[in-house]
């Protein structure tokens, strides 16, 4: 599965929009669950930069994934 890494939240995001946090050395951590990326909160999206919000949002459209309303750019 392919993973995008999100420098501005310090998390990694797969290709199904669930993301993981990153470990000290920068990969993901897989040791715990998840968290999709509609459960997020505002701050989390807020946080994103350009190119990391490119990223998410372009798997938030293509899974038709619905983000609660205020929770984006």
Do not use: Q, R
């Amino acid at each position: 599965m392919k993973m995008f890494k999100l420098e501005s939240v310090g998390c990694w995001i797969d290709e199904s929009g669930v993301t993981f946090p990153a470990n000290e050395n920068g990969d993901p951590d897989y040791t715990g669950t998840g968290v999709p990326v509609e459960e997020c909160g505002s701050n989390w999206h807020n946080t994103l930069d350009a190119t990391d919000f490119a990223h998410v949002h372009e798997i938030i459209e293509y899974y038709e994934i619905k983000i609660p309303d205020g929770e984006t750019k």
